[in-house]
C-alpha cells in the first residue's frame, strides 16, 4: 500500500495574499506540505508558512521579490536534490537567458545545472521535480521569455518523475487548469494556487 500526500502547489501570482488567516488555515488544514514554483514575494512564502505551519519546499523563479526577507526557514531546492517525507524531489529554478538578469540560464548552462545532480539522480526513483520553467513544448508558449528548456525532455525520458510541477506560464486566471501527461509523468502549471494529490507507490 502506498502512501498519499496532499500538497499544495503555488506559482506566479500571490492570490492567497488576499485571504485572512483564518480562511487558508481552514482551506489548507489537512495539506502534507507546500511547493512553490517560484516568482513569489518572500514575504508571501512567510506569511503562508507562519499561516499554515506547513514546509515550504520552492525553487526561484526569473524574478526573486523582496529578496531581504529572510525565509531561510523555508527549503531551497534549486539546483539541488532533495530527500523529504520519503520523497525524492529535484528542483531547477529560473527561466530561459533574455535579458541577463540573475536566474536566468542557457541551455548549455541548464545542463550544466542537471549534470552537478547526475550522482544523486541516479541513487534511487524521483517522486517530484520542481521548476520554474515548463519542458519546451510542454505548457509552454513560443515567444522566447516564455520558452521551456529542451534540456528537460532528457530528466522526463531518464529519470521519469511521476509528479513535475512548474510555473513561469500565466493563465488568465488562478483558477485555471494545465496539465500534460507525458510517459508516466504528470505535468502541472503550479499558477496561482492547486491541491494536488501524490501517490508513493
Known amino acids: 500500500m502506498g502512501k498519499k500526500y ?3 502547489i ?3 501570482t500571490e492570490i492567497l495574499g488576499q485571504y485572512p488567516m483564518d ?3 481552514k482551506m489548507f488544514f489537512d495539506v502534507d506540505f507546500i511547493i512553490s514554483a517560484g516568482d513569489l514575494g518572500n514575504d508571501y512564502l512567510d506569511y503562508l508558512f507562519t ?3 506547513k514546509d515550504i519546499i520552492y525553487v526561484n523563479g526569473n524574478h526573486v521579490y523582496k529578496k531581504g526577507h529572510d525565509i531561510s526557514f523555508c ?4 539546483g539541488k536534490v532533495l ?4 520523497l525524492k524531489i529535484f528542483g531547477l529554478g529560473g527561466s530561459k537567458k533574455y535579458s541577463y538578469q540573475e536566474n536566468q540560464y542557457s541551455e548549455f548552462e541548464m545542463t550544466q545545472r542537471i549534470i552537478l545532480n547526475l550522482g544523486y539522480l541516479f541513487l534511487g526513483k524521483l517522486d517530484i521535480m520542481v521548476t520554474h520553467t515548463p519542458p519546451r513544448r510542454v505548457n509552454d508558449r513560443e515567444d522566447f521569455t516564455h520558452q521551456g528548456f529542451e534540456v528537460f525532455h532528457k530528466i522526463l525520458k531518464y529519470f521519469k518523475p511521476k509528479l513535475w510541477i512548474h510555473g513561469h506560464i500565466h493563465l488568465v486566471s488562478h483558477m485555471d487548469t494545465q496539465e500534460t501527461t507525458i510517459g508516466n509523468t504528470r505535468i502541472v502549471n503550479a499558477y496561482g494556487y492547486k491541491i494536488i494529490e501524490y501517490m508513493k507507490n
Open 6 to 8: 496532499k500538497i499544495l
Open 10 to 12: 503555488i506559482s506566479d
Open 23 to 25: 480562511k487558508l488555515k
Open 51 to 53: 499561516t499554515l505551519n
Open 75 to 78: 527549503k531551497n531546492i534549486d
Open 83 to 86: 530527500k523529504y517525507k520519503g
